[in-house]
T-cell receptor
Framework: EPEVTQTPSHQVTQMGQEVILRCVPISNHLYFYWYRQILGQKVEFLVSFYNNEISEKSEIFDDQFSVERPDGSNFTLKIRSTKLEDSAMYFC?????????????FGEGSRLTVL | QKEVEQDPGPLSVPEGAIVSLNCTYS??????FMWYRQYSRKGPELLMYTYSSGNKEDGRFTAQVDKSSKYISLFIRDSQPSDSATYLC???????????FGAGTRLFVKA
């Protein structure tokens, strides 16, 4: 069964360092997302990406965040200068089509720990 | 007022019990309503999907949507220990680009 894969599963970094989280969405899906879940809290929308551009972003997704789909298969989330409060589980998700026709398929998540 | 409100629980029930989970929401533009299940340290996975008001049944699971009250429910019949997980309600508006999640309710089913 096709699945969304994410790497790394866990990354520990020092505050102020740059981090890149990688995702391989399901191959025929068109919409890509990053969500964040701080330990014990809700799953929060960060950004959606369609047709090689951001379609929507939340207020969490400020200038220190960026997304890229560099090669038609990978989908990356970059955090330029990590803060302690960026520590969370980051989930990549993909969807075949938008709106109600779409089920989000999530990866297993990348746990980011900022020290 | 939060867009989606969900009691985080935890909710603990004996095996075989009927479980009722629910969410309320404030955005009348929400048209698509889902329930996702999340096991510990895993990504959420879709459990039930409903468009607009009404009921939908799938095995032991029934999803209900009441748009007039802005209230959605998930019922689990004959609950099993394997149902122990966090249940997230989720909604998409007519624009359709993002899914908004509730806080999730942690459910424990005791054998």
């Amino acid at each position: 069964e096709p699945e969304v894969t994410q790497t790394p599963s866990h990354q520990v970094t020092q505050m102020g360092q740059e981090v890149i989280l990688r995702c391989v969405p399901i191959s025929n899906h068109l919409y890509f997302y990053w969500y964040r879940q701080i330990l014990g809290q809700k799953v929060e929308f960060l950004v959606s990406f369609y047709n090689n551009e951001i379609s929507e972003k939340s207020e969490i997704f400020d200038d220190q965040f960026s997304v890229e789909r560099p090669d038609g298969s990978n989908f990356t989330l970059k955090i330029r200068s990590t803060k302690l409060e960026d520590s969370a589980m980051y989930f990549c998700a993909s969807m075949l089509s938008s709106g109600g026709a779409g089920e989000l398929f999530f990866g297993e998540g990348s746990r980011l720990t900022v020290l | 007022q939060k867009e989606v409100e969900q009691d985080p629980g935890p909710l603990s029930v004996p095996e075989g019990a009927i479980v009722s989970l629910n969410c309320t929401y404030s955005n009348s533009a929400f048209q698509y309503f889902m329930w996702y299940r999340q096991y510990s340290r895993k990504g959420p996975e879709l459990l039930m999907y409903t468009y607009s008001s009404g009921n939908k049944e799938d095995g032991r699971f029934t999803a209900q949507v009441d748009k007039s009250s802005k209230y959605i429910s998930l019922f689990i019949r004959d609950s099993q220990p394997s149902d122990s997980a966090t249940y997230l309600c989720a909604m998409i508006d007519t624009g359709g680009f993002k899914t908004i999640f509730g806080a999730g309710t942690r459910l424990f089913v005791k054998a």
